[in-house]
């Protein structure tokens, strides 16, 4: 026989256009899908149901008016964002942090990242059907949510810094409670593998899908675990280290095979590092202020600055165009992890079946916040 | 009244009424039932509002669905929309009128004659089950596809892919029980275990878990819950259905569900009997009644069911018709001839 086959009936393929409203897509996506059956031809995915101009407001605001925007952004893991943030106008206005300051930022954004990873898991198990992981992940999340709370009274929009420090210092007994909670966190992480990771359906449900090469991954901007997942070495945190991420000792892992199941156990792996960062630091939490000296209207130098942070999605990116004297950035852009790793997803997805489709998205650990901004 | 009136016409009737009331009770604390287990494996409450430790809630759950709004969507095609529900909940309810769950009784002395307690015993009893439930997909197909939504079509489809290929294998494990009983009665199934003294299972244990596994998938549960896989079909086949209709669904679902892990009772734990029903020396156990080790049989079953759904992920449609064809049909394919073997060689 030569030549390929001919279909024996009319083949028709269908349109699904998944979301904006739907349960698995992590806020208001919308996928246009193209199927055959339920093999996906095409996948197309559709943004901009969230947006609110936050780049835009940034031009009108003085710089510290700014960081409850950053919030707003990935508001699953606040504290990377406004450490984005003031990290960036820090650069530009040439402030040094104290360390104190630096230590707790980094305690605060490491815990966003551990509480950002557990509802990842949470919502990728239940798309994939694994309800009981989403509660357990939710009782520790709620433990630090209550610390956040503790420290500066919000729970999920913390606007926890400032630029050139912090606005308070920790209150008493804090460190105590949160070495109480990190010592504890290591047993659930546990808990969450005895759950899924020798688990048959999970493995067959994950393993081989959704695969990017380290080239692919790399020719597509993906940064985070999509990126490492895919077995590329590359974490901000080690490359450009800011705050004070050179003094503490962390390893970044790396996956393999660039599957959805190389990228849940980077991210598992990354919980237990981000409980080490946090072990040290609160260990060598210096004394002293933690705020730097800064004048009362902070006011810019002509200038252009980026400056990015290692956020749980990925390389989050904050850019100022300045001009001189101003009080506001004249221009900002942010360039948000989730964004550019959902480019990814009509290549990661094709020639997959729909169920692999929420596997994905998963995966990708989208917040739609930070894409539509 | 003359004997036959009594006998033919009020003697049933008031069976029906019994059995579709208890039921439908057992049925609607059933969810209760899974939501508080469920809970207490995922470090939560359940359920605690309604009543005391909210043991009312089956009742308001109820009550809500029945006041609400029974929507139909414009373009759904009206007739088969409404005849779905009814096409479902129909062969869950029917399949009972065949299930023996106790053996003849009197009711504790206050009839002279023993009478049945189940509604009849028919010599097909069990190719009537599977004949009846089978009907049940064509309610899923059929919502799926008259809501006129692309995830309900979806939904019907795989169920009717996945329910059609997972009878084929459930047909052949039950038909390996058939050999050893020697009788499609399941009344004589569970008289043949009393006589072989010997359950069903320890023969048939390859049986037993294909015909659990077929049974896990027949009834749309965990982790064969492709139809309605939320996070990739919304609801499936019952996306647009709402208020009572989607009540019925949900009915025929925990009543399938009573229905398999009653034949697992019956087919391979020896029905109402006691454990080792020839061990004279644990005859004080039969001073609890047969039809409580019955249900305290199927609870068992229930239970594993719910346990499914709190430790499992889904399979993918297309690794679940793996399963199904490559795995469960030729096992259960070999399952047969082995038993044939046994039972013409032993019995021969």
Not at chain 1, 175 to 197: A, M
Not at chain 2, 20 to 33: D, G, H, K, M
Not at chain 2, 73 to 93: D, H, Q, R, S, T
Not at chain 2, 294 to 302: C, D, H, L, M
Request: charged residues 20%; glycine residues 8%; contains cysteine.
């Amino acid at each position: 026989m030569a030549g390929p086959l001919e279909p024996l009936f009319d083949v028709e393929e269908m349109e699904l256009s998944f979301g904006p409203q739907h349960p698995a897509t992590h806020g208001v996506l919308r996928v246009q899908l193209r199927l055959d059956g339920e093999k996906i031809m095409d996948a197309k995915p559709i943004i901009g149901y969230l947006h609110r101009g936050t780049e835009k407001l940034f031009e009108r605001e003085s710089f510290n008016q700014c960081i409850p925007h950053t919030d707003r952004l990935d508001y699953i893991a606040a504290p990377t964002n406004n450490e984005g943030f003031v990290l960036a106008a820090e650069k530009l206005l040439g402030i040094t942090v104290p360390p104190r300051a630096s230590y707790i930022r980094m305690i605060l954004a490491e815990l966003g990242r551990i509480s950002s990873h557990v509802l990842w898991l949470a919502t990728h198990a239940i798309d994939l059907g694994a309800i009981t992981p989403f509660f357990y992940t939710f009782r520790e999340r709620e433990r630090i949510l209550d610390l956040f709370e503790e420290y500066c009274g919000a729970r999920l929009t913390l606007n926890a810094m400032r630029v050139g420090g912090l606005p308070y210092d920790l209150p008493d007994g804090w460190v105590e409670r949160c070495s109480e909670l990190i010592d504890s966190l290591p047993k659930y992480f546990d808990e969450y593998e005895t759950l899924l990771t020798e688990n048959r359906i999970w493995k067959k449900r994950t393993i081989g899908i959704g695969v990017i090469s380290a080239e692919e991954a790399i020719d597509y901007g993906l940064t985070g675990p999509p990126l490492r997942g895919s077995g590329v070495r590359w974490d901000i945190r080690k490359v450009f280290p800011y705050d004070r991420y050179d003094e503490v000792e962390f390893e970044i892992p790396i996956g393999e095979n660039g599957d959805t199941y190389d990228r849940y156990l980077v991210r598992m792996e990354e919980m237990r590092q981000s409980v080490r960062i946090i072990r040290q630091c609160l260990d060598r939490l210096p004394d002293g202020p933690v705020m730097a000296k800064v004048p009362k209207v902070l006011r810019a130098q002509e200038g252009i600055v980026y400056a990015s942070v290692e956020a749980p999605k990925g390389e989050l990116g904050y850019m100022f165009v300045t001009t001189a004297k101003s009080t506001q950035p004249y221009r900002c852009h942010i360039r948000p992890p989730s964004f550019i790793n959902l480019q990814a997803l009509p290549a990661m997805v094709e020639g997959h079946l729909v169920a692999d489709l929420v596997a994905v998205i998963g995966t990708l650990d989208i917040v739609l916040g930070e894409i539509d901004r | 009244m003359d004997q036959p009136l009594i006998q033919f016409i009020v003697i049933p009737l008031v069976k029906i009424v019994v059995i579709l009331a208890v039921l439908l009770l057992i049925v609607a604390y059933l969810t209760f039932a899974e939501r508080k287990i469920l809970a207490y494996m995922q470090v939560r409450l359940g359920p605690n509002r309604v009543g005391p430790k909210g043991w009312l809630q089956p009742i308001a759950d109820a009550f809500k669905l029945l006041v609400k709004e029974d929507l139909v969507p414009a373009k759904a095609e009206k007739f088969v929309f409404m005849l779905a529900p009814g096409l479902i909940i129909i062969p869950a309810l029917l399949v009972w009128s065949v299930i023996p769950f106790a053996p003849d009784t009197t009711l504790f002395g206050l009839l002279k004659q023993p009478i049945p307690p189940y509604l009849t015993d028919i010599n097909i009893g069990l190719l009537f089950l599977l004949g009846v439930s089978g009907v049940g997909v064509y309610g899923v197909i059929l919502g799926g596809w008259s809501s006129n939504n692309k995830f309900s079509l979806m939904g019907g489809l795989r169920s009717a892919a996945q329910m059609v290929s997972y009878e084929v294998p459930m047909g052949f494990a039950v038909v390996s029980v058939i050999l050893m009983a020697g009788s499609l009665s399941l009344v004589r199934i569970v008289q043949a275990q009393q006589e072989a003294h010997l359950w069903f299972f320890v023969p048939g244990i390859l049986a037993l878990a294909i015909y659990f596994c077929c049974g896990v998938a027949e009834t749309n549960r965990n982790p064969f819950d492709l139809p309605e896989a939320e996070s990739e079909l919304v609801a499936g086949f019952h996306t647009e259905y709402s208020g009572m209709k989607f009540a019925l669904f949900f009915l025929a679902e925990y009543a399938n569900m009573l229905v398999i892990g009653s034949v697992v009772a019956l087919l391979f734990f020896g029905g109402w009997l006691r454990p080792f029903p020839s061990w004279g020396w644990l005859g004080f156990l039969d001073i609890i009644p047969p039809f409580f080790w019955f249900a305290g049989k199927v609870a068992v079953v229930i239970f594993i069911y719910m346990w499914f759904r709190g430790t499992f992920p889904r399979y993918r449609f297309d690794q679940l018709m793996h399963i199904g064809w490559k795995w469960l049909l030729p096992l259960s394919l070999a399952n047969v001839v082995i038993v044939a073997l046994g039972v013409l060689l032993l019995k021969g």
